[in-house]
């Protein structure tokens, strides 16, 4: 990822902006490689490695000066309390440290004490600070400079709602909704969101939305010291469990709209009156899992840490289903392993076998096909060695699909088969077709695609029926390849804005960004040359978000043939020159062979006849390496220019 974002700024001029950061380590990976671009960090910490290392310049922010700290103090007050005494407010300001958030939350809470002297409230406040004073060792100093302010505001929460404001130092993420913190308190949504408010109103929670809060890092540090002191260990237990149970059954619930078929969990059983959130609509239930997909994964961790065992690789186990449709690869390899991790604590075999699939399911689609058949071959056996029929058939379809993109379609077709053999001696009419589907895009592959024909529009049939729009998308986009290279490109053009609209729909970025190659291909070949350059463009911005180089560079391979059909053979040489640098680094021969035959005949049209024949000479070089008839057919007509 740090390779590919290193490459995304190449030659360009942009600042960045590196927000809070925690330590040296956690910048490097996102420095630019090459002049030309700004970065500024900012951070509580000094960071002495950035200074010495990557020779980093330090700008040291003090606190607001007086005038500043008054002025903000009065800017919050204002109309509460116009008459206070302005040597009075200076004192408040430093006994705030000038620190703003500590500033902010003095004045709210003199704001909303508006006929109380504010020599009283400085007495209480300086009191405060002495007895922390007290109890204070030397540590961060912004942190020890607004504890004092933190626990005058805290002390003056009513006692329901200082509970549930230590207990919000026990969440996963410091973003949560009020549904959440009615989860980690044990109490209703209706009670959870009027203590919320009372939390808020004394500045202690920012809300960021309608039915979403955020602590700030320092106050998420203070509420867990809280809950430290004042919650018995069993009741923190009793809290995450309580939180982590939720997520679990919510992101299950996501689960039976996205990915119904999908293998369940028999889930670890949820408290009684835990909140419970129940979606209309895969689109819906997508929308819940964007705005918690960093909780989510904070809640394995959590979980994992705090001895959750169970919970931490059943989420991780449910989350899979959610990831397969959108593919983000840090998230699904983090969670799935250290759910892996977890479920071999616990001694559950069945799923450890779910988790290294999924763990071979995330290196496949992320191009690390190596890593990818080891954790397969690692699932295969469990399976067998558990007499898991069902789930040897998943695990040889996910093999088969990996042995096509290692572009060995021999074995992916043996695997496939075997897959499809099993699940029709188990009768089951929802798999077996949609491993017929992966043996058709095998003879697509193999350059029959009259053989593949029948068996996708079959399956398209069969997914309709069961209402599955994802596995009816794709199989629409294999139809749309099959039907270009048939010759009846009108078709192609009509299934691909089909496969298309459906990803849309279903708010899958990684099937969009996917599909719409098959959408620009089939553009091309009609002739509407302008929209596939939209359709390739849409596709390289999307896979460019969900970190996907490989489908990146087909889209860029994809723009690079429609500058070519347009007559602009220098930018289209461009384009399939960073296409063939991209795969080959990623080290995907074939995909890399066609590239470069592509490459070769914008260079012809370039100009650069000898550039060409050196293309067409590297492309014929791999291609030596696939004796399939496709790839044959490919070496022979570059021969042949």
Do not use: K
Not at 135 to 160: H, N, Q
Not at 248 to 263: F, G, K, M, N, Y
Not at 286 to 315: K, P, T
Not at 539 to 558: N, P
């Amino acid at each position: 990822m740090a390779a590919a974002f290193r490459s995304w700024l190449a030659d360009r001029r942009l600042l960045i902006v590196l927000d809070n950061a925690a330590s040296a380590s956690q910048v490097r990976p996102l420095l630019p490689a090459t002049p030309g671009c700004l970065v500024i960090v900012t951070s509580r910490h000094r960071l002495p490695g950035l200074t010495i290392r990557e020779g980093a310049r330090r700008l040291t922010l003090d606190v607001l000066d007086q005038d500043g700290s008054v002025a903000l103090l009065r800017s919050v007050t204002r109309g509460y309390r116009d008459g206070d005494d302005p040597e009075q407010v200076a004192e408040l300001a430093s006994l705030c440290a000038r620190l703003p958030l500590a500033l902010r939350i003095a004045a709210e809470r003199a704001a909303g004490r508006p006929l109380m002297h504010l020599a009283d409230l400085i007495g209480e406040l300086r009191d405060e600070s002495g007895r922390w004073e007290v109890l204070s060792a030397d540590g961060d100093e912004e942190s020890e400079a607004v504890r004092p302010v933190f626990t005058w505001s805290y002390r003056a929460l009513p006692s329901d709602a200082a509970r549930l404001f230590r207990l919000l130092g026990l969440h996963p993420g410091p973003d949560f909704s009020d549904t959440a913190a009615a989860a980690l308190a044990g109490v209703d949504v209706r009670t959870a969101r009027r203590l919320l408010d009372a939390v808020a109103a004394a500045h202690m929670v920012d809300q960021t939305a309608s039915d979403r809060f955020r602590l700030h890092d320092l106050l998420r540090a203070y509420a867990a010291d809280q809950a430290r002191l004042e919650q018995t260990q069993q009741e923190r237990q009793d809290a995450l469990r309580r939180v982590l149970t939720w997520y679990l059954h919510t992101a299950d619930a996501v689960q039976a709209r996205v990915a119904p078929r999908e293998p369940r969990v028999e889930l670890v059983p949820a408290d009684g009156g835990l909140p419970e959130l129940r979606f209309a609509d895969e689109a819906q239930a997508m929308r819940w899992y964007e705005a918690e997909r960093d909780n989510l994964v904070a809640a394995v961790r959590a979980a994992a840490s705090g001895g959750l065992d169970r919970i931490a690789w059943q989420l991780a186990v449910v989350l899979r289903a959610v990831y397969m449709t959108n593919n983000p690869f840090q998230d699904w390899i983090a969670t799935s392993q250290i759910g892996l991790e977890a479920a071999r604590r616990d001694g559950d075999r069945g799923a450890e076998a779910e988790l290294e699939e999924s763990l071979g399911m995330a290196y496949a689609q992320s191009q690390c096909l190596a890593a990818a058949a080891e954790h397969y071959e690692s699932a295969l056996t469990l399976r067998r060695e558990l007499g898991d029929t069902f789930g040897e058939a998943l695990t040889l379809n996910g093999l088969g699909l990996l042995e096509l993109r290692r572009r060995n379609l021999a074995q992916a077709q043996a695997a496939l088969e075997g897959s499809r053999g099993l699940f029709a001696a188990l009768n089951d009419g929802f798999w077996e077709p949609r491993v017929a589907v992966n043996l058709a895009q095998v003879e697509l592959e193999l350059g029959h695609p009259a053989g593949a024909l029948g068996p996708l529009r079959r399956g398209i049939e069969v997914f309709r029926a069961h209402g599955d729009r994802h596995a009816e998308g794709n199989a629409l986009r294999l139809l749309a390849a099959a039907e270009l290279d048939s010759g009846d490109a009108d078709a192609a053009l009509a299934h691909a804005e089909q496969a298309v609209a459906i990803a849309t729909e279903i708010r899958s970025a990684a099937a969009e960004g996917y599909w719409l190659l098959a959408l620009g291909d089939a553009q091309r070949a009609t002739g509407h040359a302008t929209q596939a350059l939209a359709s390739y463009r849409r596709a390289a911005a999307l896979q460019e978000e969900l970190g996907d180089r490989a489908r990146q560079a087909a889209a860029w391979d994809g723009f690079g043939q429609t500058y070519l059909q347009l007559g602009r053979a220098q930018e289209s040489a461009e384009w399939h020159r960073r296409a063939v640098a991209t795969y080959r680094d990623l080290e995907q021969t074939w995909e890399m062979a066609r590239t470069l035959a592509h490459l070769a005949d914008a260079l012809d049209r370039a100009g650069t006849p000898q550039e060409a024949a050196d293309a067409r000479a590297d492309a014929c070089g791999l291609l030596t390496a696939f004796t399939d008839p496709r790839a044959v057919r490919l070496r022979e007509s570059i021969v042949q220019r």
